[in-house]
């Protein structure tokens, strides 16, 4: 035994140069790869998959023929993160997370999430014979009585102390920081804003922004906070928080707003973007999105039949009157809502800020698993390249979590998460869809159909 763990511990050394005595889990062959760090395709390799992490990436020629899925003429990238999730129905959504190849999750807070909800979604997440995805989750929303979302979306289920906490004075702030810091969150959930639609509320003052900020802090952790103006982003950046979890509602305008920009590449910020929740208040007005999402066959007849109410129809209708009477866009369909947030996120990435992709899943309209994949589309109808779009939810979102030494991409050493796809993503990263194999830790996974 002494003897094998020392030849292990050889081939550690000299880069895990797989011989054809070694055993490995699962072999993909012949692969065309992209490994989600932003570099380009890499033709006909073998990814070797040891004890649930990769061991090795070659292109020698197999002889041995065991445990091999071949993926000649197929296309592997990473696992993809969800980064902005909330569910309660978890067991359901996170087949369908699976069944996409979302193998990560991020759920930041909601109107279920006490701490014993999140311990069922983590020890799901866990396990890897169940379809589930990894769950990473920040703390419970922190807001203020009266504030949003508590306020603004009337539920039951906003309880203090146990879904929600409601900040009461800068001093309990100290004790309740230190509190939800004892479990294992990524990070503090702060909702700042106004609330979605008038009347507004009055937002969180500034004081307990930079008090939750540095309470975070002091514990080790993050804060990622939920805004919808450039207020609200002035008030986060001033708070020195490194999180943001929407980019909906923010207008950057990079001639005349320097101060602001400046501050922003400054501050080392990881953005999630959400344009989903953007499309998900038109979608009723498109029935062919509607009809996509039907001939999946993954989601309830139920709930489809119920978002075709027209109820749903007429909010949306007040929505495009909104824009375009308010916002003043002239036409505002898809192309028009998104493209101008795109190219603001694009240029922010290029500039070194890490965007990440999230879909604010949770919401009508929003479909778990799928809309990432819409979420991705969204970023290149606004001229964002598909090895850029794959990079930001993968290794963007890992690099967010702290988790990149792990997680994130498909190189030696990292938990094999990846999706093995027929057509090539980077023609066009609606090719995200063509999916082969979704791999979660190391295992092939049970999709749906
Ligand atoms: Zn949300």
């Keep these: 035994m002494k003897h094998l763990i020392f030849l292990f511990f050889l081939a550690g050394l000299i880069g895990c140069t797989p011989s054809q005595e070694d055993y490995f889990d699962l072999i993909i062959s012949n692969v065309n790869l992209i490994d989600g760090t932003g570099f380009e395709l890499t033709k006909n390799v ?4 040891k004890d649930n992490k990769i061991y090795a990436i070659d292109s020698k020629t197999l002889e041995q023929n065991q445990n091999i899925l071949d993926g000649k003429d197929k296309f592997l990238i990473p696992g993809l993160f969800d980064s902005h999730v909330h569910t309660s129905s978890y067991k359901k959504d996170f087949e369908r997370f699976i069944h996409f190849g979302i193998t990560s999750i991020f759920v930041t807070g909601g109107s279920k999430t006490t701490d014993e909800f999140y311990e069922k979604l983590r020890t799901l997440g866990e396990q890897d014979s169940l379809p589930s995805p990894r769950v990473f989750h920040t703390s419970q929303i922190m807001t203020m009585e009266g504030k949003h979302p508590a306020k603004t979306y009337g539920a039951s289920s906003w309880i203090d102390g146990e879904t929600v906490f409601n900040l009461r004075d800068t001093l309990q702030i100290e004790s309740v920081i230190n509190q939800v810091s004892q479990q294992p969150i990524v990070g503090i959930k702060l909702v700042i804003e106004d609330g979605p639609i008038p009347p507004f509320v009055d937002r969180m003052p500034q004081e307990f922004v930079n008090k939750v900020s540095k309470e975070a802090a002091k514990n080790g952790k993050g804060v990622f906070a939920h805004i919808s103006d450039n207020t609200e982003l002035s008030m986060v950046l001033k708070a020195d928080i490194k999180n943001i979890v929407h980019f909906v509602g923010i207008d950057l305008d990079f001639e005349n707003g320097k101060q602001l920009i400046d501050s922003i590449y400054k501050s080392d910020l990881s953005w999630i973007t959400t344009l989903m929740l953007e499309k998900s208040f038109i979608y009723p007005l498109y029935p062919e999105w509607m009809q996509r999402v039907e001939d999946f066959n993954v989601f309830d007849t139920e709930d489809i039949k119920i978002l075709k109410d027209s109820s749903y129809i007429q909010q949306a209708e007040q929505y495009v009157y909104m824009l375009k009477n308010v916002w003043g866009i002239e036409n505002p369909n898809l192309e028009n809502i998104i ?45 964002i390249e598909p090895i850029e779009i794959i990079k930001m939810s993968s290794h963007n979102a890992a690099k967010m979590l702290d988790m990149l030494d792990t997680h994130g991409t498909i190189e030696v050493g990292k938990f094999a998460d990846m999706i093995l796809l027929d057509k090539d993503p980077l023609k066009s990263i609606s090719n995200t869809l063509s999916i082969n194999k979704v791999i ?4 092939i996974q049970k999709r749906i159909n």
Excluded: A, C, W
């Design 440 to 443: 979660k830790n190391g295992r």
């Design 339 to 383: 493209i101008p947030y795109v190219e603001e996120i694009n240029i922010l990435n290029k500039n070194g800020v890490n965007m990440v992709l999230g879909t604010d899943t949770g919401n009508n309209f929003i479909f778990p698993g799928y809309s990432l994949h819409e979420e991705m589309q969204l970023m290149e109808l606004g001229g």
């Design 46 to 49: 073998n990814v070797y998959i």
